[in-house]
């Protein structure tokens, strides 16, 4: 079967950095996303990978290793507005997303 | 500017009695996609459609339809809600189906049964 294993919940204090893991196994790869949603409110995208390595995006860096099956979203400076859930999203073969339930990320002042 | 909508945010129905869900976009992307999410739980992938073709998930319960009768629409039918049918609907959509295309998501439906 196809599944993605992240983190239920992570806290972190506002200010410091935080990395949020991503294990997964499926059938084929087409990509890895990540997502931001807060809480009642839809998902909206953060990053894509597709290649080994680092894509930074201004305090977010999302980082993948196909050889590991692991991808982490690293967060810096946080701050109170990014207490949201992080969902990590593979592409499989047939190029559709498998989704992980989701890391509760919770600030902290 | 709102790129994919959906109507209402909230909706309240009784146990067995029909309710439809829709969404609009403005982006004309080819594909629409509709995910139950129910608390602290992945998306789940209901159907999607890719222009007029509909692709059903194998495990999508029959009380689920779906409409899309222009590129920029898409209605989300449940012909009889159960209690289990309370959850979150979102609707997206993409580009196309090919490696590395992002899903836009409207702002979500919250569905109620009582």
């Known amino acids: 079967g196809q599944n993605i294993d992240q983190p239920t919940e992570m806290t972190a204090t506002e200010g410091a950095i935080v990395q949020i893991n991503c294990t997964y196994q499926t059938s084929g790869f087409n990509g890895l996303f990540w997502y931001q949603q807060h809480a009642g409110e839809a998902p909206t995208f953060l990053s894509y990978n597709v290649l080994d390595g680092l894509e930074e995006k201004g305090r977010f860096s999302s980082f993948l290793s196909r050889s590991k099956g692991y991808s982490y979203l690293l967060l810096k400076e946080l701050q109170m507005k990014d207490s949201a859930s992080y969902l990590c999203a593979v592409m499989d073969s047939n190029y559709q997303l498998i989704w992980g339930a989701g890391t509760k990320l919770i600030i902290k002042p | 500017d709102a790129m994919v909508i959906q109507n209402p945010r909230y909706q309240v129905t009784q146990f067995g009695k029909p309710v439809t869900l829709s969404c609009s976009q403005t982006l004309n992307h080819n594909v629409m996609y509709w995910y139950q999410q129910k608390s602290s739980q992945a998306p789940k992938l209901l159907f999607h459609?890719?222009?007029?073709?509909?692709?059903n998930e194998a495990d999508t319960p029959d009380n689920f339809q779906s409409r899309r009768p222009n590129t920029s629409f898409c209605f989300l039918d449940i012909r009889s809600p159960g209690l289990g049918d309370a959850a979150m609907y979102l609707c997206?959509?993409?580009?196309?189906?090919?490696?590395?295309?992002?899903?836009?998501f409207g702002p979500g439906t919250r569905l109620t049964v009582l």
């Open positions: 997206a959509t993409s580009r196309d189906t090919s490696g590395g295309v992002t899903q836009y």
């Open positions: 459609y890719y222009d007029k073709d509909f692709n």
